[in-house]
């Protein structure tokens, strides 16, 4: 079963910085776009941020200006650079592969198990 290792998340302060990391295996990362998406509580799931094998990126008008995605080929590895961060960004963010960029579900897709992250004083 393919699974994909999320790590990053925690609590940290209005106005700082977190850094999530998304490892998938070789031959799946290598082939499909990956995306950061997060869940708040008695929300809907939405799209953080995605980027093709490329590098092509796309961004939620949230989170533009502050969130960062990036893939390492070398590493199998993406990452979400979070800054700037506020109480609205509290939600658990999910690692995908397989989405489009802009969010669309393709033909084959993996989550993450997810981690939390909570923006608060």
């Known amino acids: 079963q393919v699974q994909l290792v999320e790590s990053g998340g925690g609590l940290v302060q209005p106005g700082g910085s977190l850094r999530l990391s998304c490892t998938a295996p070789?031959?799946?990362?290598?082939?499909?776009?990956m995306g950061w998406y997060r869940q708040a509580p008695g929300k809907q799931r939405e799209l953080v941020a995605g980027?093709?094998?490329?590098?092509?990126?796309n961004y939620a008008d949230s989170v533009k200006e502050r969130f960062t995605i990036s893939r390492d080929n070398a590493k199998n590895t993406v990452w979400l650079q979070m800054n700037s961060l506020k109480p609205e960004d509290t939600a658990v963010y999910y690692c995908?592969?397989?989405?489009?960029?802009?969010?669309?579900?393709?033909?084959?897709?993996?989550w993450g198990q997810g981690t939390l992250v909570t923006v608060s004083s």
């Open positions: 995908n592969v397989g989405r489009s960029r802009l969010g669309a579900p393709m033909n084959y897709e993996i």
């Open positions: 070789k031959n799946i990362f290598l082939v499909y776009t």
């Open positions: 980027i093709t094998t490329a590098n092509r990126t």
